[in-house]
């Protein structure tokens, strides 16, 4: 035993200097990597704002501060995405909540208006090379890319036959190709954000970090919002006070305040329309929408009580500037969207779990609630008055036999036809609900095509999903799958076609593919580690 004792120590002696040499390789070769990327980092920004400022001086004769400033700051940050994607698809992450404050803080011009795709598109690009090159799949998964590209072919042949056609005999100064192409590009442009997703997000730290950014960006947006409300009702903004007639009940960006675009603010009248950080108050009601989805994710599933309890304190957050905001859709949604996460994820059966979070949240909204008990009967009123005038099945319908006259062929009027804003190009169709909408762009064929495509990828995620054993990871997955389930079939308004809910579609569908991957590597830490724990024990017996 003791012989055996010491050829143990003597191996133990021998091995551990071979590790250390090992180790410091490593560290050394990883000090030597790190040094070269910083290097090449600072040599290609300096390059890149040398570049930027010659383009700058040259924009700034051609169209003064407002084209140069954008151009100087376009060829920068484009250079930069495409060399390093990874931090691109943050930054694109973090850009587009304030995407509607920086336009309108800049001056407001179509290039701006495009600005949140220089962090996107290089990226894109560069992802799709480097798949080609080491022949990876860039549609994922597989199962969803038969319905997408028959859509594709269907985009394809409206913009080449209606759109082409029209471009033949254009009317009005109008520019068809244009408009197909942008009305594409809204359709169908953020469909490779799965891929970026599924690829760029490698670790379950980078998971973690994008799903605690996303609760950060939530809370600072909905504060800004309450702010933004507070700044009104106290008179330090304006808001629509003292116009007459119709623009008593139009938001307008001459009222705008704080953050964000257009808003409407008439007490007197009993009307209120808040933007927040974004272009429009509409749009402000479908991040606050989506936002449940998020909030809702991490507070039941991230791993540290701390931001579980950021989390629960951003959802109360979006419930109180559902109410704030003005805006019905947001009023009636939220709630429902939270109670449908509740019974579509199992947390309701989760008492452990859902009982203290539950209370929590419980409590804060009813001192909310009770804190602005005039805010929230006046919003109820507003809300009942306009489904009475106004049911959103009737208007669904009405839309649908308006737009289906309209439409004289099956492949559609042209894509981009009904796009808002593929109006720089030429006139286009105001539709105010989705389907409709995709109907009369693409027609009958392209409908089916879509709702073909959508609900594969609404099967493939919940397939996938289903599929994960971490129970943390689950939820999440099953909170992102009903967000895509409500998503792919909602016709009321046009969410798909505009900030955030056309950006977070995709990257949700990319988050549940990419969540089995980061299942795998937790199962393969803990097998680790037990094997690990399992010889220590026996080399201690």
């Known amino acids: 035993m003791a012989k055996t004792k010491q050829k143990s120590l003597r191996g133990k002696k021998q091995s551990s200097p071979e590790k250390t040499r090992l180790s410091l390789k490593e560290e050394l070769a990883q000090k030597r990597k790190a040094t070269l990327a910083r290097k090449e980092f600072t040599s290609l920004v300096s390059k ?206 001459d009222a705008r305040c704080l953050v964000g675009g257009a808003l409407l603010y008439t007490p007197e009248q009993g009307v209120i329309r808040l933007p927040g950080t974004f272009v429009a108050p509409w749009q402000w009601a479908w991040f606050l929408i989506s936002s449940t989805f998020f909030t809702f994710a991490t507070t039941f599933s991230d791993k540290s009580i701390i931001w579980r309890l950021i989390s629960l304190v951003t959802l109360a957050l979006v419930f109180f500037n559902a109410v704030i905001s003005g805006q019905r859709i947001a009023l009636a949604l939220v709630p429902v969207c ?31 609630m009770a804190a602005n008990p005039t805010i929230v009967q006046d919003r109820m009123d507003s809300f009942i008055s306009r489904w009475n005038a106004s049911p959103p099945h009737k208007f669904i319908v009405e839309q649908f036999q308006e737009n289906w006259k309209s439409v004289d062929t099956p492949i559609g009027s042209g894509l981009g036809r009904a796009t808002n804003s593929a ?71 046009y969410p798909l076609d505009v900030d955030p809910v056309a950006v977070y579609y995709w990257l949700c569908a990319g988050i549940i593919f990419n969540l089995p991957i980061l299942d795998k590597q937790e199962m393969l830490e803990e097998t680790t580690i037990n094997t690990k724990g399992q010889k220590k024990r026996l080399h201690k017996k």
């Open 338 to 368: 939270f109670a449908l996460l509740l019974l579509l994820t199992g947390q309701l059966v989760n008492l452990k779990k859902f009982i203290p979070l539950g209370g929590a949240f419980a409590v804060i909204l009813v001192i909310a």
């Open 423 to 493: 109006r720089v190009f030429g006139s286009t169709k105001l539709v105010e609900t989705y389907y409709p909408k995709v109907l009369y762009e693409v027609g009958i064929v392209g409908v089916l095509a879509f709702l073909a495509f959508v609900t594969s990828l609404t099967v493939a995620t919940f397939k996938t999903y289903r599929t994960i054993k971490n129970r943390n990871l689950r939820t999440y997955g099953a909170s992102m799958w009903v967000f895509i389930l409500f998503i792919s079939y909602n016709t009321y308004y």
């Open 48 to 253: 890149l704002v040398g570049s930027g400022i010659f383009l700058g001086m040259l924009l700034f004769f051609v169209g003064g501060i407002k084209l140069a400033v954008p151009g100087a700051l376009g060829i920068i940050v484009i250079t930069l995405c495409y060399k390093y994607p990874q931090p691109a698809l943050f930054a694109f992450v973090i850009y587009v909540p304030f995407a509607g404050t920086i336009i309108y803080i800049l001056g407001n011009s179509p290039i701006l208006q495009l600005a949140k795709d220089a962090f996107y598109v290089p990226a894109a690009i560069a992802l799709w090379q480097t798949c080609k090159k080491q022949k990876q799949p860039f549609i994922i998964p597989q199962s969803i890319k038969t319905p997408f590209l028959i859509l594709f072919s269907c985009c394809m042949l409206t913009l080449v036959m209606i759109n082409g056609g029209q471009q033949l005999n254009p009317s009005g100064g109008d520019i068809p190709i244009g408009i197909g192409i942008l009305g594409l590009k809204v359709f169908l442009g953020y469909f490779p954000l799965i891929t970026c997703v599924y690829y760029l997000i490698r670790n379950q730290q980078h998971f973690w970090l994008l799903s605690r950014l996303q609760i950060l960006l939530i809370l600072v947006c909905c504060i800004l919002g309450v702010i933004q409300y507070i700044m009104l009702t106290k008179g330090i903004c304006k808001g629509t006070i003292g116009v007459e007639g119709e623009a008593l009940f139009k938001a307008t960006l």
